[in-house]
């Protein structure tokens, strides 16, 4: 998924259906989209499966992908990209990059404590 079609679903997900005016005053400030380059956007995501759009409604657009699928399908393809599937490389790669609480750090080891071998 394009970061523009994350950047849309995120409006959707605020919210159970939308009105095209709606969605653009939302996305105009952080996009800078028209009216019209968003209801472009809505259109092709209809098509790809991602948006829902009831044309008898006077609020027709809404999400049609649950954002936790969506975002657990993104960790799959860059965890399969960018690191041959090998969970354990993606997790190095963060935790070196990155500064973790107590707290994470405890939650980690006791995932990797529960998970099977």
Avoid: H
Wanted: charged share 35%; proline share 2%; aromatic share 8%.
């Amino acid at each position: 998924m394009t970061e523009s079609e994350w950047a849309v679903l995120e409006v959707l997900w605020t919210g159970e259906a939308f009105a095209l005016g709606e969605v653009a005053r939302q996305l105009e400030p952080v996009t800078g989209w028209s009216r019209n380059t968003v209801f472009t956007y809505l259109s092709r995501m209809e098509k790809k499966g991602l948006v829902s759009i009831d044309r008898t409604r006077e609020k027709p657009y809404s999400a049609a992908v649950d954002r936790e699928d969506c975002a657990r399908e993104e960790r799959g393809e860059l965890l399969s990209r960018v690191y041959g599937g090998a969970a354990g490389d993606l997790v190095a790669a963060f935790l070196k990059e990155t500064v973790i609480s107590r707290e994470e750090r405890e939650r980690l080891r006791g995932l990797l404590d529960d998970m099977e071998v």
